[in-house]
């Protein structure tokens, strides 16, 4: 499986660039320790299509949201995730497409992102 990435994060000293910060999972520790996590499914094949982070159960403020497209098969070929801000309103800038593609055997072959 080759995993493309669309950012050079880090200089050839190996020092992260700064610009390319978000692209890591900043928010772990916070949502692991304060968040309300709901996972949607689709009725019709019982597969999750959504995983919303919320700051609380009353699911008034996302955190972060997960957008899973899969194909006739039932394999997962997208994966959008949203960040949003402490208010609760998407940040711009801060949604990742992955994008996954297989071989005739539906192997994983390459997945690919895209930040927008």
Known sequence: MQV???KQTRTQDNTLIEANH???DHLIHEISENSFIEIVRDSS???VNQVI????SDKTKKIRENIV???KNNKIIS???????????LIIGETSTENISRND????ETISMVVT
């Open 4 to 6: 493309v990435q669309t």
């Open 69 to 71: 497209t899969r194909d």
């Open 22 to 24: 978000k692209l890591y």
């Open 79 to 89: 994966v959008v995730t949203k960040q949003y801000d402490s208010a609760g309103v």
């Open 45 to 47: 094949v019982n597969k």
């Open 105 to 108: 055997n539906n192997k994983v």
């Open 53 to 56: 982070i919320w700051t609380n």
